[in-house]
């Protein structure tokens, strides 16, 4: 999609592309790439290149054993394919519907039921192992998150509408990085709501006036 101006960096498309990311990473990237043909792209060549260098070693550095665990992923794969239930391929929201990312068509048990947050905003868990925190957020038109920093590391993947902040307008492919050193407020405008996906390995930690009361609001997110 060619209105896509976020993407992941290359270090952490590499790192997915070698299998070195906690699964809860790797979805996140696994859904930007459904939307993003240019990312689709740079993942072909740098599995391109591994399987240059695969080619050129020794055939006799893959061990036997190494052959016989590779078969047995490679059995599974198909095992997996056949026993495969019929996805649930839509994620509901009261009155409307979003095609879910394929990375968690088969993880459809684990999103939780929408609850309800301050400002306009719903959010379901999604319950994915390791200690971040993923989360399905709508946000209704016109309507705000407290301004944030944050202490790990936040991921926004936009699956639908947009919102914007002081550093842009995100839309549907986005991927955002925040970390530390990002201040932002979240919002929407009127007339155009927001579905995110994200991913937290920390609490937020909100900044500005009324909303540093709200501080415990971040456990809310981070639960
Ligand atoms: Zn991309």
């Not at 990312?39 to 060549?45: E, H, N, Y």
């Not at 944030?148 to 550093?167: M, P």
Request: hydrophobic share 35%; net charge negative; charged share 20%.
């Amino acid at each position: 999609m060619a209105n896509i101006h976020f993407h992941p960096d290359h270090a952490l498309l590499s790192r997915f592309a070698h299998g070195e990311l906690e699964s809860a990473s790797s979805i996140m990237i696994s859904a930007h790439l459904e939307f993003c043909p240019y990312c689709r792209q740079k993942i072909a060549a740098i599995e391109t290149e591994q399987a240059g260098l695969l080619e050129k070693s020794e055939p006799a550095t893959l061990s036997p054993a190494l052959n016989a665990m590779m078969q047995q992923i490679m059995d599974q794969e198909l095992v997996d394919e056949t026993v495969d239930e019929w996805p649930d391929t839509q994620l509901k929201l009261e009155d409307k519907s979003y095609p879910l990312p394929s990375a968690l068509q088969r993880h459809n048990e684990k999103i939780g039921p929408w609850s309800r947050l301050p400002g306009n905003i719903k959010r379901a868990q999604v319950d994915v192992s390791g200690t971040s925190k993923m989360n399905f957020i709508y946000m209704d038109s016109d309507s705000a998150l407290p301004e944030h920093t944050h202490q790990g590391q936040e991921i926004t993947l936009v699956l639908a509408g947009e919102f914007y902040d002081e550093n842009g307008t995100y839309k549907p492919g986005d991927f955002i990085i925040q970390t530390e050193a990002h201040k932002h407020l979240p919002r929407t405008r009127e007339g155009k709501d927001c579905l995110c996906l994200t991913l937290l390995n920390a609490p937020l930690h909100f900044t500005s006036g009324l909303a540093t009361l709200l501080n415990p609001f971040s456990q809310l997110f981070f639960r």
